[in-house]
């Protein structure tokens, strides 16, 4: 089973940037499909960013499309979330997801039930 931890958040102003990583150790990594999904305060999860095991296909929501770029060093195990141009509705805890059974190579995974491992989230605030 592998772990996740995330890391790199923090409190920014609007049209700042940051980059969350998502250190992952106990499994191969380089095999799953992963995502970064994030919550604000009394709303559901939400997709933020998914990517393919390989990384080659990416899909993103519609609120961060042109401004988050998802990318994976297997070399580091670790899955990047470069966050451009910040606004306050991206204030949420991110989550960093792995999917740990089985899937389909070209397959996107945008729900949260289709992941399996979670890490313990990032705060990022985001003030006007």
């Known amino acids: 089973q592998v772990q996740l931890v995330e890391s790199g958040g923090g409190l920014v102003q609007t049209g700042d940037s940051l980059r969350l990583s998502c250190q992952a150790s106990g499994g191969t990594f380089g095999t799953y499909p992963m995502a970064w999904f994030r919550q604000a305060l009394g709303n559901e999860r939400e997709l933020v960013a998914a990517?393919?095991?390989?990384?080659?296909?990416?899909y993103y929501g519609d609120s961060v499309k042109g401004r988050f770029t998802i990318s994976r060093d297997g070399a580091k195990n670790t899955v990047y979330l470069q966050m451009n141009s910040l606004n306050t509705e991206d204030t949420a805890i991110y989550y960093c997801?792995?999917?740990?059974?089985?899937?389909?190579?070209?397959?996107?995974?945008?729900?949260?039930?289709?992941?399996?491992?979670w890490g313990q989230g990032t705060k990022v605030t985001v003030s006007a």
């Open positions: 990517m393919t095991w390989s990384g080659t296909v990416t």
């Open positions: 997801a792995a999917r740990g059974r089985s899937y389909h190579f070209t397959q996107v995974y945008s729900s949260p039930q289709d992941y399996d491992c």
